[in-house]
T-cell receptor, first 118, second 109 residues
Framework: GAVVSQHPSRVICKSGTSVKIECRSL??????MFWYRQFPKQSLMLMAT?????????EQGVEKDKFLINHASLTLSTLTVTSAHPEDSSFYIC??????????????FGPGTRLLVL | TQLLEQSPQFLSIQEGENLTVYCNSS?????LQWYRQEPGEGPVLLVT?????EVKKLKRLTFQFGDARKDSSLHITAAQPGDTGLYLC?????????FGQGTELSVKP
């Protein structure tokens, strides 16, 4: 089946540094990818929609200058957490939308990236 | 304002018991999905319900979509410790997949 990968799976960084997370669709092309954030024992909260070749659209309350998204190819979207602080520590999950299977849209999720900012 | 209201948010039961999780909205959805997520992993799709009144079964799990396509339920029969996890309902709204609050299920042996 379709696979979406994320790298790294976990990262620890110092406060003030920037961290880049990659999301790849491995066997299909995705013009649209999504980035979610999840705190412990909570649900997934949509942060932004990543569109190939154009600017990402951010949900209300999500700082676009803080969470930089780049979707430079049909199989790769990156999320960069700039000047990370301890409150940015969270589980970040991406998903990719696939239209190639019989015309029915399916959204596949990556395994997530655990970010810990010290 | 939560578009999808999921309840209960926490559920702790003994092995062998039955349970139902509800997902409600004031909006109509063309489809709703149910996911299961284990700690440290991404959510895994269990089922998609599309037609109002539809019932789908996946072994001991029964999913139902309301007639008006505003609500859905997940019923687990004879729960087992392996069913422990976070269950999430989700629906597409404005082209984006939005999740309910989730139900943290713990099944004790």
């Amino acid at each position: 089946g379709a696979v979406v990968s994320q790298h790294p799976s976990r990262v620890i960084c110092k406060s003030g540094t920037s961290v880049k997370i990659e999301c790849r669709s491995l066997d299909f092309q995705a013009t649209t990818m999504f980035w979610y954030r999840q705190f412990p024992k909570q649900s997934l909260m949509l942060m932004a929609t990543s569109n190939e070749g154009s600017k990402a659209t951010y949900e209300q309350g999500v700082e676009k200058d803080k969470f930089l998204i780049n979707h430079a190819s049909l199989t790769l979207s990156t999320l960069t957490v700039t000047s990370a602080h301890p409150e940015d520590s969270s589980f970040y999950i991406c998903s990719a939308r696939d239209f190639s299977r019989g015309g029915r849209e399916t959204q596949y999720f990556g395994p997530g990236t655990r970010l810990l900012v010290l | 304002t939560q578009l999808l209201e999921q309840s209960p948010q926490f559920l702790s039961i003994q092995e062998g018991e039955n349970l139902t999780v509800y997902c409600n909205s004031s909006s109509v959805f063309s489809s709703l999905q149910w996911y299961r997520q284990e700690p440290g992993e991404g959510p895994v799709l269990l089922v998609t319900v599309v037609t109002g009144g539809e019932v789908k079964k996946l072994k001991r799990l029964t999913f139902q979509f309301g007639d008006a396509r505003k609500d859905s339920s997940l019923h687990i029969t004879a729960a087992q410790p392996g069913d422990t996890g976070l269950y999430l309902c989700a629906g597409t709204f404005g082209g984006k997949l939005i999740f309910g609050q989730g139900t943290e299920l713990s099944v004790k042996p």
